[in-house]
């Protein structure tokens, strides 16, 4: 246990090897192998990020059925920002509907058109401008001339262990180096967060179920 204390609280046991807004590489020195492992499942699908969870569909004349809108809004990857919201079970409001600080809604209306075209994800328009999809040319569905679609959505979030839309990394991989108890942990982002957040807040995750963990144990043994 001392030693995940040491690593939680000392990241200098995290060594960047390199990194861009994608992924990130960084060397993990003196720390046992579940523990380290324990970081990459985490990183890959325990930090919360945001989806959209549901969509409420008020008209869709396109070729593709409502649940197929539906799955690919929901596919969307969100930039996310962890200071500002609450996951929907730890939120103050403890209601189904949710509130401003755990849902965010988001908006596409296509409007009437005359020639075919690609609805793409810059015309999803969202009540918070730092939750949004991480770029605007992610293709919905395509309409044809006369054809419409309107839809309400309400981003929360979640968990890859939950659903693959809350992963909030595309991989997650640990690697042996040739030198004794090294290993090399690499991060590839969604995009809904920086691959630095993502192992950062995966550090503080694995200490907090450490720790959950451990008082669990504690109420067994008294």
Known sequence: MWILKIFVQDLSSLE??????????????GIPLQYSNALRRVCLNGVPVFAIDTV?????????PDEGVAHRLGLIP????????????????QSESGCSNCKVML???????DVTRTILSNEL????????PISDKISIVQLAPGQRIKVECYARLG???????????NISTLTE????????LTVESTGALSPEQIILTGVDEVSNRIGEFKDLISQIEE
């Open 56 to 64: 409420d569909i008020i008209e869709n004349s396109s070729i593709l």
């Open 16 to 29: 960047v090897i390199n990194k861009d807004n994608q992924k990130i590489s960084v060397k993990i020195k």
């Open 107 to 113: 908006v596409l209306d296509s409007g009437d058109s």
């Open 78 to 93: 969100i930039k996310t920002d962890l200071s500002r919201f609450n996951e929907p079970s730890k939120c103050d409001c």
């Open 125 to 132: 328009s969202s009540e918070d401008d730092s939750i949004k």
């Open 177 to 184: 180096t040739d030198k004794e108890d090294e290993r090399v």
């Open 159 to 169: 968990r890859g262990t939950e659903h693959a839309k809350w992963n909030s990394a």
